[in-house]
């Protein structure tokens, strides 16, 4: 079955440290990777995603993600935290061949708590 | 460039009752797609449309369904209503064909309830 996990719960980090969010995923093939954030009582925003090509990803207000293929990862991080980061984070995966489809599974997400 | 528009924001209803739910998706998205948010399940997929047809189903039961019209713009229907369809349900859009990979597209989600 396809699926992905985020270990944590929560992660909590201090303004202007590094952070990272992880994300593992188990599916077949290669998949497309993605990562939202969610504010309170607000609908998801896109940050960034893997679809081919460099492992590492570049994506909006300063985050990264590092694809890692042999390790089915997929972790977010940032090298210097806003306490404006904290927020809940999702990874989802869109299943290898449904490309254009909008069907996307999502980890359970990660509470991000940055502390001024 | 408008964003995905999602009516109403808030709803509570009674037990047994239904309701129904709208999406309007970015202008050229073709692909609407539904996703139920519990702090117990977490974010699950309902179903999706592309071209008025539904293309992706979830493991929901039949209470809830859906339907999408010529003009892209969805709606979503849950029938005699449960305590546990408490939820906030995301409206998500995309264009559905084309290039590979594309993101989707959130909107801010309707907030129900039912007591």
């Known amino acids: 079955a396809q699926s992905v996990a985020q270990p944590e719960d929560q992660v909590n980090v201090a303004e202007g440290n590094p952070l990272t969010v992880k994300c593992t995923y188990s599916?077949?093939?290669?998949?497309?990777l993605f990562w939202y954030v969610q504010y309170p009582n607000r609908g998801l925003q896109f940050l960034l995603k893997?679809?081919?090509?460099?492992?590492l990803v570049k994506g909006s207000y300063g985050f990264e993600a590092e694809f890692n293929k042999s390790q089915t990862s997929f972790h977010l991080k940032k090298p210097s935290a806003l306490v404006s980061d904290s927020a809940l984070y999702f990874c989802?995966?869109?299943?290898?061949?449904?490309?254009?489809?909008?069907?996307?599974?999502f980890g359970q997400g990660t509470t991000l708590q940055v502390k001024p | 460039k408008a964003g995905v528009t999602q009516t109403p924001r808030y709803l509570i209803k009674t037990r047994g009752q239904q309701v129904t739910l709208s999406c309007s998706p970015i202008?050229?998205?073709?692909?609407v797609s539904w996703y139920q948010q519990t702090p117990g399940q977490g974010l699950q997929f309902l179903f999706e449309?592309?071209?008025?047809?539904?293309?992706n189903k979830g493991n929901f039961p039949g209470r809830f369904s859906g339907r999408q019209f010529s003009n892209s713009r969805s709606e979503m229907n849950v029938s005699t209503l449960e305590l546990g369809d408490s939820a906030l349900y995301l409206c998500?859009?995309?264009?559905?064909?084309?290039?590979?990979?594309?993101?989707?597209?959130f909107g801010q989600g309707t907030r129900l309830t039912v007591v």
């Open positions: 599916v077949s093939g290669n998949p497309y």
């Open positions: 893997y679809i081919t090509g460099d492992n």
């Open positions: 989802a995966v869109r299943p290898p061949g449904s490309s254009n489809t909008g069907k996307l599974i």
């Open positions: 998500a859009s995309s264009p559905g064909t084309g290039v590979v990979g594309t993101e989707a597209f």
């Open positions: 202008s050229g998205h073709r692909s």
């Open positions: 449309y592309f071209s008025e047809t539904q293309r």
